[in-house]
């Protein structure tokens, strides 16, 4: 146990993380509920839609691993302090925009300093809580604010833009953001990795323009057109960086990810489980938050209630979750959570368009579950893979494979959505996405698999 600081100092010190995490996880699902009168005031189209939301995760996953590297050279607490302001700055940018381009170009403000958030969090967490149980348990903790931010952000979005409009999605950080750096200045203690590595700019820069050409791809197919210039030029940079970053990093002193990492199946198990896990997150959000405002006429505020059952079992099941990996390792929530993903999905492939709403309920329960479960054991077994002195690089490859797999579904959402959309969205939608669920159920069984791979083979924590 670490004996640096007391029990409350430590508790003080993981709230004050679980923060800043709350308000980055809000910040990637608060939007989907503001969409539809996103849509009307700033004339956005599907694809400015999915550029809206997806802007925010895309930037996150190609900058966290830069950002926890950030705080381990320079200190821990100065990043963290610098990451929550460019935040809060941004979020005032987001609510000034005027056209669709404008939100965009503020949400990828605002990731820049979210990206400096979440693994710079997770490493002070992983240096103030050194005992085994009692890491686990923390970490469950910062799993259940994970789940409980990006479960809660449709509810709270629902309520300001039914009440004040939904430019009050942004306004709501920057009070938010003023008593986080005053905590992180009065609690959180500076520290930095004994081990202090080279900044790997051509592998920052390839990771970079490798996804955003992956997933501007699947946006802009549909509305460009498979064939188009813009779409076939975008297929053939992603796959070109992202050779060229395999080669760059193999033979890079101190890559940005050394592929070497990935031997360890404990940690290319986490990766990819957190990848197909918030793909369904992505997806499930931005389908039901449209789904119910277009199709079932909902209000943002009856849309966001109808969210409230995933962020309450969200909330119920996390710290549970981080119970059991710390006793029993990750394998039974994984495939617990695969099951309640998949289980989801069916349900709502077979409800009619205009089933009664307890039907939809009852699904989100389910979906819920899934995300309560599922985030202790990928970043503890992330964590626990590489050695102490690389936390902040093991969180970020956590929380980028979050990040690429929030993107991934969302643009793939609207990309089946577009691909079979008949009519407008009010009477389409539902039809347009029934494939969707389908792919949802089989990343909830790759879940599962990858639970049921775990509990086969067992590794050395510190294995690479």
Known sequence: MNTQFSPKRRQDILAVCCLSLFLVSVDSSIVNVALPKISIELHAEMADLQWIVDGYPLVLASLLIFGGSLGDRFGRKPV????????????????????PAQLVAARVFQAFGGAMLNPVAM????????DSIERAKAIGVWGAVNGLGAAAGPLLSGILVSTIGWRSIFWINVPAVLLGVFLTWRFVPNSKA?????????GQILTLVFMACAIGSIIEGPRRGGDSR????????????????IICEWRAEQPLIDPRFFRNHNLSAAIAAAILAFASIGSFLFVNTLYLQTVRGLSPFAAGVMMLPVALISMLLSPLSGKVVGNYGPAIPLIAAGLAFAASAVMIFLLPVHAPLIGFVCAYFLFGSGVGLVNAPITNSAVSSLPASQAGVAAGMASTARQIGMSLGVAIAGAVIANRMAGDLATGLHTAALPLWILVAGWGGGISTLGLLSRKRVQSPNAV
């Open 80 to 99: 963290f302090i610098i990451g929550m302001t460019l935040f809060g700055v941004g979020s005032l940018l987001c609510s000034f925009a005027r056209n």
């Open 123 to 130: 490493a002070i967490i992983v240096n103030t809580f050194s």
């Open 194 to 202: 004994a081990i202090v590595r080279r900044f790997d700019l051509p």
């Open 230 to 245: 813009l779409t076939i030029a975008l297929i053939t940079i992603s796959v070109v960086s992202f050779f060229a970053w």
